[in-house]
């Protein structure tokens, strides 16, 4: 959802005004925006945190930070994302006096897309500059990390982070151990899905879309358009036994391929992912559920420069405590 200039304010005065940012680490990211009867207010605002994306990335919080956790606020679509970070800022210097926050410690994290979203009075002028700065070859630049303040995902999406390599062990140890196709969920089978529908993907046929994905993954399969793309992804993929090769593919598959689609329930692959058959609630829930369980993995992960989550947490820390 994007919000209109009224309810961006609105929004924005009331995160402004709450007490709970008070030396606090402010980070916005994408979601729904709560309400009651039709009318946001301060007390919706207070279970902000137990909502998707909010609560995915507050659950991704290590243990061993114990005080003055950061605030996680949802804002809407990516776009309402970025002018709710500058509307902040904008009201805050107006009226310091009626405001919790301290612009220093203001972030905001968007999902990168395949789609380029401008952005005004900012140090980059798009999402895709802050991603080419960020990242390098699926790994975060770690001596540039500290001069953003509005992160992207180093994937393409939040929710390709549900599908990393590494979390096939999860998954096996899930005591309700999610399906794939009617089969115990294989990420492999996954991937080699995403792949086949490479040269279909509506959103990378996009010319622009297209060119903006293939730079982005030059560094590991260099293609000229989307049928030699999927044709040298999958060969590569099915004949290396170089595991640092194989997942060298995955993270560049995950950067460009949605994981989540709505609009295209064919390529939506995140939502295709059920939950057993003696699972008795709505699946909803059931991802929900096993999207926290993958966040109290990225929690317990070193913040290393190929965990882009867990450095970008680490980086708020430092950013308060050092």
């Known amino acids: 959802m994007s919000l209109s200039p009224e309810q961006l304010k609105e929004h924005c005065e009331i995160i402004l005004q709450s007490p709970r940012i008070k030396n606090k680490i402010v980070v916005l990211c ?24 909010a609560n995915f990335y507050k659950a991704c919080v290590p243990r061993w930070w114990r005080e003055k956790l950061p605030q996680f606020f949802n804002c809407g679509d990516r776009a309402s994302v970025i002018n709710t970070y500058l509307k902040l800022l904008k009201l805050h210097q107006q009226d310091t006096g009626n405001s919790y926050l301290e612009p220093d410690r203001l972030f905001a994290m968007i999902d990168l897309d395949l789609h380029l979203q401008k952005i005004d009075d ?21 001596q540039n990390a500290k001069r953003h303040r509005i992160w992207i995902t180093g994937l393409i999406h939040k929710e390709a982070y549900f599908l990393t390599p590494e979390l096939q062990s999860i998954f096996d140890d899930y005591p309700h151990p999610p399906m794939y196709q009617d089969n115990p969920l294989e990420l492999n089978s996954i991937y080699m899905d995403m792949a086949d529908k490479i040269s279909s993907d509506p959103d990378l046929k996009n010319n622009l879309n297209i060119q903006r994905a293939l730079a982005r993954i030059n560094h590991c399969l260099n293609c000229a358009d989307l049928n030699k793309l999927q044709d040298s992804w999958k060969n590569e ?20 391929k949605k994981v989540k689609n709505e609009k295209q329930p064919e390529h939506d692959y995140w939502e295709k992912i059920k939950p057993p058959p003696d699972w008795s609630r709505n699946e909803k829930v059931f991802r929900e559920q096993l999207s926290l369980k993958i966040a109290e993995f990225y929690s317990q992960q070193n913040s290393e420069v190929k965990c882009h989550i867990p450095f970008f947490i680490k980086t708020l820390y430092d950013s308060s405590f050092k």
């Open 122 to 142: 900012y140090p980059f002028p798009d999402t895709e500059a802050i991603f080419c700065d960020l990242y390098e070859k699926s790994e975060v630049r770690s």
């Open 30 to 53: 994408e979601g729904p925006i709560p309400d009651i009867e039709g009318r946001r207010s301060p007390q919706a605002y207070k279970k902000m945190e137990e909502m998707p994306d």
């Open 237 to 256: 993929f099915q004949n290396t036994s170089d595991e640092t090769c194989k997942h060298q593919l995955i993270m560049a598959l995950l950067t460009i």
